[in-house]
């Protein structure tokens, strides 16, 4: 199970899925990538590519994400994120991860 991924709807709900991504991983040895950003009005995609290190593992992995945002009066209203979780699931478990 990955502790972050699952829905979620409230402002306290989308502060604990940031402190289970903080708590998880080694701040120290995590980076990324944004390759591309798409903006149509108030709506966002941004492709990235997530690198991190597992704390209770310190499996390392590399995955593919997406994120979908809608921004209105300034403040985030839609925020879903789509990445590899067969990925991150396996170095959270402490599986080989496919790369």
């Known amino acids: 199970m990955v502790p972050w991924i699952r829905a979620r709807s ?3 709900d989308v502060a ?19 390759p591309a950003v798409l903006v149509d009005g108030a709506d966002a995609v941004v ?12 499996r390392e992995y590399r995955a593919g994400c997406a994120l979908r945002l809608t921004v209105e009066d300034g403040a985030i209203t839609r925020y879903h ?19």
Request: charged share 25%.
């Open 10 to 12: 409230t402002r306290a």
């Open 47 to 58: 492709f990235g590519d997530i690198r991190q290190t597992v704390r209770a593992t310190g």
């Open 81 to 99: 994120v789509y990445e590899d979780s067969l990925t991150v699931a396996q170095a959270l478990a402490g599986d080989a991860v496919a790369g």
């Open 16 to 34: 604990d899925h940031f402190r289970a991504l903080r708590d998880a991983h080694v701040p120290e040895k995590r980076g990324g990538l944004t």
